[in-house]
């Protein structure tokens, strides 16, 4: 329990060494009532003028003072203050964003029958790894066994070959011939069906002569396999059955619960699907005022890109703003486009190709990628482009740099994001075209041992996600989860970045390792400053809203390897006090 202690202040100006309260969208009057002052162990604000102190007082959603406890009584001279010493023993850092998340695909995914090539550990369930393919198989005849002669679709999610071994419509079908079984691969942009299940969705010849040509590239009808935009054609039948409202709320709502627990205050979807029915039941769990973080949206240029590029993209893209709702919102003026295929299927595009030969793929292909990224521009969009080879960031770069040739736009803070691949030169190049990034730190953790083996080699698996050679150059960055791609934890990703110790236990990379204070950042201020939002969030300063993330141990001080292992109190949202119902979230 915490004590409690009014304090009756004399009227005095605000002085001392606070800066005076500004709310950038509500009026600076303090509100009627008394002011809550939170005292902690340690403040982390991120402020350089103040980067530690004891006390922040909060009024309504806003910081009005910040500092130490005396600084804090002086600043708010004159008005009621509740002292609230709940945190005494823990920790304060600015409110962790999620900058990059799919609560749709996470809600489907984790909710399958996973077996990854990395643990997960949901709602007190762990899904252990499978290694390899030996591994795998056995998983899956058991959980096809324990599905029993069920009609029922049997989901699993996590396979990936080079861990698993190959997989295709024969060998599911031998498995089984009677339970419809759909794989959905590691990097969710394949799937492996059995006949069954292509049965099941009516998915023959003659349907998928009807995809668009890039589309039927994609598929290999005899194996059972799609992937990109053949798998993209499949999701609306998919979905029908996969996100029916009994299923998919309950799984929307694990994942609500996920984020909570990882210390969360705002959680970020940029390029989800644009569909009404699948936004109206995200709007039922992430909507309501008890909701613990905001949930926002940025537009989906893909689906933009392939069905109005040649009609009213802008206002098309625009009418999504009205799909928001409560303490969900999409984003302004903000969309996401694509480039090259996902890197945990190497479909990536690679300047250098694949040791082995195979070539990578478009998601959007670069002449319409030029002209959808040429169109939101000159509407002065800030544009976020999916990319994982060095490759499809030339694609980014090129379009960036002939964009500000043609059209100048300063402070355009085009995003590259995921930056599976680079090179040294690319950087530079981000630099100075004032491009920022938005990385995946999990890659060269989860993909770098074995991908220094098989397809990529060891030096370009080794410089995966280049963070410390783009912190050197001075670009800001922030780290993302893209959950379900890796699990959807500021702390862990944190460790990832400063780490880079591998599943296998390797350190790759040393020399693009970051500081515990710049991956606190990049889940913070930077992920602010990557939404233009920097001036609401990201740092416990006054005028900004009085998000905060509660910790058991100050993430600077603590031996870098025990960075994800940190337990989460809770959060402050808004002024609201939200612990969560378990303060450990193990990975």
């Not at 591994?135 to 990936?160: D, F, I």
């Not at 694509?338 to 959007?364: C, N, P, R, V």
Request: with cysteine.
């Amino acid at each position: 329990m915490f004590k409690k202690v009014l304090l009756l202040l004399c009227l005095a100006p605000i002085v001392g060494a606070m800066t005076a309260y500004s709310s950038p969208d509500k009026s600076d009057t303090l509100h009627a009532g008394s002011v809550k002052v939170y005292t902690a162990r340690e403040i982390l604000t991120l402020d350089p003028a103040k980067p530690l102190a004891e006390a922040v007082a909060v009024d309504g959603d806003k910081i009005v003072a910040v500092g130490s406890l005396a600084e804090v009584k002086q600043a708010l001279a004159g008005k009621t203050l509740e002292l609230d010493t709940r945190f005494a023993d823990k920790v304060l850092v600015p409110g962790f964003i999620n900058q990059h998340d799919h609560p749709w695909l996470a809600a489907l995914t984790l909710s399958t029958e996973i077996i990854a090539i990395e643990d997960w550990q949901l709602a007190g369930k762990t899904y252990p790894r499978a290694t390899n393919a030996q591994e795998y198989h056995q998983r899956l005849r058991a959980v096809v066994q324990a599905h029993g002669k069920s009609q029922e679709v049997l989901y699993s999610w996590g396979y990936h070959r080079l861990w698993h071994g190959d997989l295709s419509r024969a060998d599911l079908d031998a498995i089984s011939a009677t339970v419809p079984i759909v794989i959905w691969q590691r990097s969710a942009h394949e799937f492996i069906f059995n006949t069954r299940a292509l049965t099941v969705f009516g998915i023959d010849r003659a349907r998928v002569d009807k995809f668009p040509e890039a589309s039927k590239a994609q598929v290999n009808l005899a194996q059972g396999h799609f992937w990109e935009q053949g798998a993209m054609s499949l999701v609306p039948i998919l979905f029908e059955v996969m996100a029916a409202p009994e299923r998919f709320i309950p799984a929307l709502k694990m994942v609500k619960d996920y984020w909570h627990a990882a210390g969360s205050t705002l959680v970020v979807e940029p390029g989800g699907l644009v569909n009404r029915g699948l936004q109206a039941m995200q709007n039922s769990v992430f909507s309501p005022a008890d909701t613990p973080f905001h949930m926002d949206y940025i537009a989906d240029g893909k689906t933009m890109a392939y069905q109005h590029l040649d009609g009213d993209i802008i206002g098309e893209t625009e009418k999504l703003l009205s799909w928001g709702k409560g303490m969900s919102r999409f984003i302004p003026k903000q969309v996401k486009l694509f480039t090259d295929g996902a890197i945990f299927s190497q479909l990536m595009q690679m300047k250098e190709g694949y040791l082995d030969g195979h070539q990578g793929e478009w998601i959007i292909d670069p002449d319409r990628f030029a002209k959808a990224f040429k169109t939101y521009w000159d509407a002065g969009y800030q544009i976020h482009v999916h990319q994982n080879g060095d490759a499809g960031l030339d694609v980014v770069l090129d379009a960036v740099e002939a964009n500000l040739k043609r059209n100048p736009r300063e402070g355009h803070r085009t995003v590259v994001v995921h930056f599976g691949f680079s090179t040294l030169e690319q950087v530079q190049r981000i630099a100075d075209l004032g491009v920022i990034v938005s990385a995946n730190p999990y890659y060269p953790v989860a993909l770098a041992d074995t991908y220094s083996d098989v397809g990529v080699g060891s030096e370009r698996a080794q410089q995966m996600v280049r963070l410390g050679d783009v912190a050197r150059a001075g670009i800001s960055f922030s780290l993302h989860s893209d959950m379900p791609m890796a699990p959807g934890k500021p702390l862990f990703l944190m460790w990832n970045a400063v780490n880079r110790t591998t599943l296998e236990g390797n350190v790759v990379g040393p020399n693009q390792r970051i500081s515990a204070e710049q991956a606190l950042r990049a889940v913070t201020l930077g992920a602010a400053y990557s939404m233009q939002l920097e001036h609401q969030l990201g740092s416990v300063e006054v005028g900004k809203r009085a998000n905060l993330t509660v910790l058991a141990e100050n993430p600077l001080t603590v031996d870098p390897m025990a960075i994800k292992d940190i337990d989460v109190w809770g959060t402050v949202h808004e002024g609201r006090v939200l612990p969560v119902a378990c303060c450990s979230l193990p990975q």
